[in-house]
T-cell receptor, first 111, second 112 residues
C-alpha cells in the first residue's frame, strides 16, 4: 500500500523555469526526506525535514514540511539540466528509521 | 570501499530458478536495509537488519524471499523459484546513526 502520493508524476521543463513537486500523505511521519535518483544509481538523500512548518533551503532547492507533518513540497528555482532525475519523498517511521517512499516525480530539464 | 556496493549489477534468470543478491554495506554501519524498486510498485521496503537483533522481515512479499547478514556486515538476499513479477531493481542501504540511509547502485533482476 502506497501511503505517499507525489505530483506531478512527470515534469518536462526548460532550463531557467521554476517548478514545485508535492508529496502528500494520509499518515503522520516523524520526519520526511527527499531523495534524487539518477539512472543506474541508488537514491541520494537531499534533505530531512522534521518540524511541522519547517522550511529548508539547499542552493536553488527549497523544501517545506506541512504544519501537520503529513505533506511536503520541493521547489526548484531556475532549473538546470543537472537537476534532471527521479525525485522521491520518503516518510521516516520508528527507531528503525524505516522509509516509506512516495510514488516519485520524474523531472527532465532541457536546454 | 567508500560506499555501499552490490553485486551483480545485472542478473538475468529463468523462471523457477533461485538467485542470490549481495550487498556490502559501508564499513561500521550497523543497520542494513533491502528495498525493491519496480515500475508498478515504486520503491518498497523488504527487510531490515540492526546489529545482532532479529531482522524486521515485515516487507518480504512471500516466503520465497529470505535474507541473511553474516558477521554484521555482508548481506545476501535470496529469491527462490523466481517468478516474472520478481523482476525489479533490488536496492540495499546502510545506516550508522540518525536517519540517513546510504544506498547502493542496485541489482537489476530480470526473470524470463
Amino acid at each position: 500500500t502506497q501511503l505517499l502520493e507525489q505530483s506531478p508524476q512527470f515534469l518536462s521543463i526548460q532550463e531557467g523555469e521554476n517548478l514545485t513537486v508535492y508529496c502528500n500523505s494520509s499518515s503522520v511521519f516523524s520526519s520526511l526526506q527527499w531523495y534524487r535518483q539518477e539512472p543506474g544509481e541508488g537514491p541520494v538523500l537531499l534533505v530531512t525535514v522534521v518540524t511541522g512548518g519547517e522550511v529548508k533551503k539547499l542552493k536553488r532547492l527549497t523544501f517545506q514540511f506541512g504544519d501537520a507533518r503529513k505533506d511536503s513540497s520541493l521547489h526548484i528555482t531556475a532549473a538546470q539540466p543537472g537537476d534532471t532525475g527521479l525525485y522521491l519523498c520518503a516518510g521516516v517511521t520508528g527507531t528503525a528509521s524505516k522509509l516509506t517512499f512516495g510514488t516519485g516525480t520524474r523531472l527532465q530539464v532541457t536546454l | 570501499g567508500a560506499g555501499v556496493s552490490q553485486s551483480p549489477s545485472n542478473k538475468v534468470t529463468e523462471k523457477g530458478k533461485d538467485v542470490e543478491l549481495r550487498c556490502d554495506p559501508i564499513s561500521g554501519h550497523t543497520a542494513l536495509y533491502w528495498y525493491r524498486q519496480s515500475l508498478g510498485q515504486g520503491l518498497e521496503f523488504l527487510i531490515y537488519f540492526q546489529g545482532n537483533s532479529a531482522p524486521d522481515k515485515s516487507g518480504l512479499p512471500s516466503d520465497r524471499f529470505s535474507a541473511e547478514r553474516t558477521g554484521g556486515s555482508v548481506s545476501t538476499l535470496t529469491i527462490q523459484r523466481t517468478q516474472q513479477e520478481d523482476s525489479a531493481v533490488y536496492l540495499c542501504a546502510s545506516r550508522y546513526r540518525g536517519d540517513t540511509q546510504y544506498f547502493g547502485p542496485g541489482t537489476r533482476l530480470t526473470v524470463l
